[in-house]
């Protein structure tokens, strides 16, 4: 018995290629395609740039994702750290020689390919976090030491993220963040006192923000206030959803997008055109599909050994989670409009990057599930 | 590996414990999610279609196609003409500054073109339809074609646009089309709501007054449209309908030949049936050509109009107030004998002059006409008999009868837009309006037209008309109307209304109609005794067809043509004593100072159905300059007269 555990823990090539879960590459594939057909339509129905090089994109990191889950849990977990630390490092690279566009400082060139390390960062936190609290005893989480040195993990990021400045993404590298070490152990008392001393800093923060960002958070409260300036892709979000009824408008016959009333359709509206087009049947059967998906990745971490595997996978299923309900809430008219793109659906070879590695990671818990870290 | 066993345990409970809390709060914010999902599409999918169609669609509302002026033979008088128009759509342009370059060097524009188009530019939205040149010539238009390939954006285009095609024979009446301005907008809601940028509407004349029947509707090209504006594709086409042709009473040939014989001289010709009451000609001078003021006038031709002294800009046939002169004379005579304040019979010496409370009066013959009887009188215009029946018959019941006869009152009831009403003088209006009494020298000269008096010549034209149709009341009118009454019928009217007349006398009577309001018969009779009329028109004949007549120089001896008038000289300046021992001759006096010439006059004799009045300003006097234009006039009105009832039954035909 205990022979086969420990002959158990190394895998052959085939055992590997066995124990794939199936449910989530289905899922993967679904969206993959669902995605390409949506770019397809941003398109106006041809194969042109978005199209073609979303689905390249798609195409590559999927084959990726494949080979690296051969990779074990325990070289992710080696490499934890240092991870955290490169993308660190390409985050800070990013603040002096990054590309501007549209106002703000986000992408690095690497010539083949714009990356923007804030996107790797969302997927980073969370494998230094698994490995820091993989290593720690839960007795020790609430000590003091152990308080500062997480925090201070998060917060150097998040203040790379905001001074780029990128306020939806460092909201979502800060909640992934704070996910994983509620999740970890960390008192329920710490979250509400800095949840109350956030709520009492409130102003201060605020006039801290660019004009443009405070803009974008009166008129969540008001769209209507002023329809053709910041209230605008709000309401015509809103009416091209509302407008795509139970069966929706019909693929390629998305009129306000079509039209192009939808701004940014390719990247964070694009479940606006989706559900235009394939109306309230289509828009839950995509928000079904994610379910399952976060449903499968969690339960891969309940059923791989080692603490790290679970932990990252709890915190990437919680994570997409929180994206995908941000990107939703938000062109639904239900939380204000800040950039944050929709897992794989959304245009942007670094998000389809990161949400590939943390899959190819879950799906290395799932296939290295019996084996341990020390 | 289970190093501290017991608190990895617990480390696992916690997340697990965790973990399962995290996913019930994700099931509900889903759910959550789900719940928004259905809310937006499903109950309230309608208000959202509805918004989405209202962001997608737009409509392009097309010129509609101006209805027609027709004379009473069916002539185009206003028309509609295919011009070749250059339109651009600024936005389908990607180098809009090149092409601009590049059309200036074709088409030639001036600076000052130019930059009027530069500036409409600006002013509209970028999806807008710019219109480059809205009259192109047709080499202009084939070198436009020519150079087509390089021209990417021009589109030539066939457009329709106003014309007139008899250019200044009927400016005055039908008065022209222009641009809609803002005030167009805010006065006629019509306009408003068939408004396009460019479209032309009327601006004075009948052109204005008919607006809303000549303006068509809108042709509606529905379109998609992206969230720039820009025409995506076209959805539907509701075709526009042409506004009403509208059929006047005039007659081409006449109205023509009326401008011919007023020349460049200022003055006014009216031609009127005298029992139907149509205008048959209707023109002012000097004209000026409104297919001028079509796309602009410019400022030259304006300034030329505008600086004319003899005011081509004013419809005098309504608007030009004038001394009637001698033309009011058979309404005096008429007043005189229906008041029976004179016999026919009654002699008065005339002297050359006459002298009354210390002021001299005098006639125009200087050495006086001797002893003269009513007809004599009013064949030869002697102005002492008229002082001396005018002084019996006092200015009050003069002013009755002028006023009947169609005097101080608008004559087209507001067809023309501000037709003037004129002025006869009484007693109580001298009060009223000036606050002083009424003096006995004032009503003598108002016996010869002059004095506060002031008559338009459409007014002389239907006091002539009425006096000749044996004085009936008419309805003067300048279309062809749906209803109405046939020659015959009018003539019945008429006799009916002479057979009740002495009954309508009757005070008693009268207090009951205007109890009950009931309204006054057609064609009323406007005498008591039907001699006086005939006595009056016999006198006008021998004005016109005796020796000695004022008129008789211009006389038609044909009896098919024969007509009787009343010439007329109204004064413009008061002649001084100097002036009349001088004996100056009209082209010796300075311009503005010379005489009106008048003349009214009605035939053919034996069977009366036209009047027609003539005025030439500072013509000098009436039977030198007006009567002759007359004898021309009624030789082509009698001319046409078949025709012209031809038409009658043929357009009474189509209006029943």
């Given at each position: 018995m205990y022979q086969q555990v420990s002959y158990s823990d190394q895998y052959t090539f085939f055992q590997k290629l066995r124990s794939f879960d199936l449910v989530l590459l289905f899922c993967i594939i679904i969206l993959g395609i669902i995605s390409s057909f949506s770019m397809y339509s941003t398109d106006g129905g041809e194969l042109l740039y978005h199209s073609k090089s979303h689905i390249l994109?798609?195409?590559?990191?999927?084959?990726?994702?494949?080979?690296?889950?051969?990779?074990?849990?325990?070289?992710?977990?080696?490499?934890?750290?240092?991870?955290?630390?490169?993308?660190?490092?390409?985050l800070i690279w990013t603040s002096f020689y990054g590309v501007t566009s549209s106002g703000s400082k986000r992408w690095l060139n690497l010539y083949f390919i714009n990356l923007q390390p804030s996107e790797l960062m969302k997927i980073a936190i969370i494998i230094c976090y698994a490995k820091l609290y993989h290593r720690l005893q839960i007795n020790n989480v609430n000590q003091i030491k152990n308080l500062v040195i997480p925090i201070t993990i998060l917060v150097l990021p998040?203040?790379?993220?905001?001074?780029?400045?990128?306020?939806?993404?460092?909201?979502?590298?800060?909640?992934?963040?704070?996910?994983?070490?509620?999740?970890?152990?960390?008192?329920?008392?710490?979250?509400?006192?800095?949840?109350?001393?956030?709520?009492?800093?409130?102003?201060?923060?605020?006039?801290?923000?660019?004009?443009?960002?405070?803009?974008?958070?009166?008129?969540?409260?008001?769209?209507?206030?002023?329809?053709?300036?910041?209230?605008?892709?709000?309401?015509?979000?809103?009416?091209?959803?509302?407008?795509?009824?139970?069966?929706?408008?019909?693929?390629?016959?998305?009129?306000?997008?079509?039209?192009?009333?939808?701004?940014?359709?390719?990247?964070?509206?694009?479940?606006?055109?989706?559900?235009?087009?394939?109306?309230?049947?289509?828009?839950?059967?995509?928000?079904?599909?994610?379910?399952?998906?976060i449903f499968r990745i969690i339960k891969i971490g309940s059923d791989t050994r080692s603490f790290f595997g679970k932990l990252f996978c709890f915190g990437f299923g919680s994570a997409i989670f929180v994206y995908v309900t941000i990107n939703m809430s938000m062109v639904l008219g239900l939380l204000p409009i800040v950039g944050s793109p929709l897992p794989i659906m959304s245009y942007g070879g670094s998000s389809m990057l990161a949400t590939m590695i943390g899959l190819s990671i879950v799906m290395s818990a799932k296939i290295h599930s019996r084996q341990t870290v020390s | 590996m289970f190093s501290g066993g017991d608190t990895f345990v617990r480390k696992l409970s916690t997340l697990n414990r965790r973990v399962f809390i995290l996913s019930l709060a994700k099931g509900i914010i889903f759910t959550g999610i789900v719940a928004r999902l259905f809310s937006l599409q499903i109950n309230e999918?309608?208000?959202?279609?509805?918004?989405?169609?209202?962001?997608?669609?737009?409509?392009?509302?097309?010129?509609?196609?101006?209805?027609?002026?027709?004379?009473?033979?069916?002539?185009?008088?206003?028309?509609n003409l295919k011009v070749y128009q250059l339109h651009v759509v600024p936005e389908d342009v990607d180098n809009f500054k090149a092409l601009m370059n590049r059309l200036r060097e074709i088409l030639k524009l001036s600076d000052k073109q130019f930059a009027k188009i530069m500036k409409k530019k600006n002013s509209q939205k970028p999806w807008e339809t710019l219109v480059i040149s809205e009259n192109l010539t047709w080499d202009e238009f084939s070198k436009i074609n020519f150079y087509l390939h390089d021209l990417i954006g021009a589109k030539p285009v066939l457009s329709v646009a106003r014309n007139y095609p008899y250019n200044e024979t009927f400016t005055h009446v039908l008065g022209y089309v222009g641009e809609a301005s803002e005030n167009d907008l805010i006065r006629n809601e019509t306009i408003k709501q068939n408004h396009v940028a460019g479209l032309r509407v009327g601006k004075i004349g009948l052109e204005k007054t008919f607006e809303n029947y000549l303006i068509g509707t809108n042709g509606v090209q529905r379109y998609?449209?992206?969230?720039?504006?820009?025409?995506?594709?076209?959805?539907?086409?509701?075709?526009?309908?042409?506004?009403?042709?509208?059929?006047?009473?005039?007659?081409?040939?006449?109205?023509?030949?009326?401008?011919?014989?007023?020349?460049?001289?200022?003055?006014?010709?009216?031609?009127?049936?005298?029992?139907?009451?149509?205008?048959?000609?209707?023109?002012?001078?000097?004209?000026?050509?409104?297919?001028?003021?079509?796309?602009?006038?410019?400022?030259?031709?304006?300034?030329?109009?505008?600086?004319?002294p003899l005011k081509p800009l004013v419809n005098k046939t309504v608007y030009g107030l004038y001394s009637p002169g001698s033309t009011i004379k058979p309404i005096v005579a008429l007043s005189a004998l229906e008041n029976d304040i004179i016999s026919p019979k009654n002699t008065v010496l005339c002297t050359g002059k006459m002298e009354m409370y210390g002021q001299t009066y005098h006639c125009w013959k200087k050495k006086g006409h001797g002893y003269m009887d009513l007809r004599n009188a009013i064949k030869q215009s002697c102005d002492t008999y008229f002082y001396e029946t005018a002084r019996k018959l006092g200015v009050d019941r003069l002013s009755l009868t002028a006023k009947k006869f169609?005097?101080?009152?608008?004559?087209?009831?507001?067809?023309?837009?501000?037709?003037?009403?004129?002025?006869?003088?009484?007693?109580?209006?001298?009060?009223?309006?000036?606050?002083?009494?009424?003096?006995?020298?004032?009503?003598?000269?108002?016996?010869?037209?002059?004095?506060?008096?002031?008559?338009?010549?459409?007014?002389?034209?239907?006091?002539?008309?009425?006096?000749?149709?044996?004085?009936?009341?008419?309805?003067?009118?300048?279309?062809?109307?749906?209803n109405q009454d046939s020659l015959e019928k009018i003539k019945f009217k008429m006799k009916q209304s002479a057979l009740t007349a002495k009954e309508e006398i009757n005070p008693i009577r009268k207090e009951v109609k205007e109890f009950f309001n009931i309204k006054d018969k057609e064609y009323q009779t406007l005498f008591r005794n039907p001699e006086n009329i005939k006595f009056v028109l016999e006198a006008m004949w021998g004005s016109t067809n005796e020796v000695m007549g004022t008129s008789f120089g211009s006389r038609l001896k044909d009896k098919k043509y024969q007509f009787a008038g009343k010439t007329g000289t109204a004064q413009v300046k008061k002649i001084t004593e100097r002036h009349r021992e001088l004996e100056l001759k009209a082209k010796d006096v300075p311009y503005e100072e010379r005489d009106h010439a008048l003349y009214v006059a009605f035939g053919p004799y034996e069977n009366p159905r036209y009047a027609l009045s003539i005025l030439i300003e500072h013509g000098g006097s009436g039977s030198t300059t007006a009567a002759p234009?007359?004898?021309?006039?009624?030789?082509?009105?009698?001319?046409?007269?078949?025709?012209?009832?031809?038409?009658?039954?043929?357009?009474?035909?189509?209006a029943t």
């Open positions: 994109r798609f195409l590559i990191f999927f084959i990726m994702m494949f080979f690296f889950s051969f990779l074990s849990i325990r070289f992710w977990h080696a490499i934890g750290y240092l991870f955290y630390i490169v993308v660190l490092g390409l998040i203040l790379l993220v905001v001074s780029q400045p990128d306020l939806g993404t460092s909201i979502l590298i800060a909640l992934s963040g704070i996910i994983v070490m509620w999740l970890a152990g960390i008192n329920i008392k710490y979250f509400i006192y800095t949840f109350l001393t956030f709520l009492i800093s409130t102003p201060f923060i605020i006039s801290f923000l660019k004009p443009y960002q405070k803009l974008r958070i009166l008129t969540f409260f008001d769209p209507d206030k002023d329809p053709l300036g910041a209230g605008y892709q709000i309401i015509q979000s809103k009416i091209a959803v509302g407008s795509g009824g139970f069966t929706g408008k019909g693929f390629l016959k998305g009129t306000q997008s079509y039209l192009e009333f939808l701004p940014e359709k390719h990247t964070d509206f694009i479940f606006t055109l989706f559900s235009e087009e394939h109306g309230f049947i289509g828009s839950t059967f995509l928000l079904l599909i994610y379910a399952i998906m | 999918n309608k208000k959202y279609l509805t918004l989405s169609d209202k962001n997608r669609l737009r409509e392009w509302r097309l010129p509609p196609i101006r209805g027609q002026f027709l004379d009473y033979f069916g002539n185009v008088i206003a028309g998609e449209v992206n969230a720039y504006g820009k025409r995506i594709n076209q959805l539907d086409f509701e075709e526009g309908t042409k506004g009403q042709d509208i059929k006047l009473t005039l007659d081409l040939e006449v109205q023509k030949l009326a401008g011919e014989l007023l020349g460049d001289k200022a003055g006014s010709i009216s031609v009127m049936d005298i029992y139907t009451g149509d205008i048959i000609a209707m023109q002012s001078s000097p004209s000026f050509n409104p297919n001028l003021f079509l796309y602009g006038i410019s400022q030259q031709d304006w300034n030329l109009i505008k600086s004319n169609g005097l101080g009152n608008t004559v087209l009831k507001g067809t023309i837009g501000n037709e003037k009403k004129g002025l006869i003088p009484s007693t109580t209006w001298k009060k009223q309006q000036l606050g002083q009494g009424w003096v006995l020298g004032e009503t003598i000269i108002t016996g010869i037209g002059q004095g506060y008096i002031q008559t338009t010549p459409l007014q002389l034209c239907l006091m002539t008309a009425q006096l000749a149709n044996g004085g009936f009341k008419i309805y003067p009118r300048i279309t062809v109307e749906k234009m007359a004898k021309k006039l009624f030789k082509l009105i009698i001319d046409r007269h078949e025709e012209r009832e031809k038409a009658r039954s043929k357009n009474f035909s189509l």
